[in-house]
């Protein structure tokens, strides 16, 4: 059964940093593009991150880049999103997905799997 679980979220202040992790249980998960998402109450479920299986190749939101960083351990079957000077703009619930496609994807609806959302809340 295919699984994201999300980790890592939480309070923090205005600059601070935070370290998501997604736990994937997924047959040949070296096979898929990993992504993170958010989604802040009202608005979209919005691209942030994105990884491509071989770990070099990657993509950001406008909004995350030079800020976010996203990476993955196949052999773990782990995702991360480190997340450094954080603003109040960031706060959501950031998810975890995977998706078959061959190339990284900032569109939510090309995403197989979703993992159930960690809640990240950056205070002023």
């Known amino acids: 059964q295919v699984q994201l679980v999300e980790s890592g979220g939480g309070l923090v202040q205005a600059g601070g940093s935070l370290r998501l992790s997604c736990a994937a249980s997924?047959?040949?998960?070296?096979?898929?593009?990993m992504g993170w998402f958010r989604q802040a109450p009202g608005k979209e479920r919005e691209f942030v991150a994105g990884a491509h299986w071989t770990g070099r190749r990657t993509d950001y939101a406008d909004s995350a880049k030079g800020r976010f960083t996203i990476s993955r351990d196949n052999r773990a079957k782990m995702v991360y999103l480190r997340m450094n000077s954080l603003r109040p703009e960031d706060t959501a619930v950031y998810y975890c997905?995977?998706?078959?496609?061959?190339?990284?994807?900032?569109?939510?609806?090309?995403?197989?799997?979703w993992g159930q959302g960690t809640q990240v809340t950056v205070s002023s």
């Open positions: 997905a995977a998706s078959r496609a061959t190339v990284i994807s900032t569109a939510a609806a090309n995403y197989d799997y």
């Open positions: 997924i047959p040949r998960f070296e096979s898929y593009v």
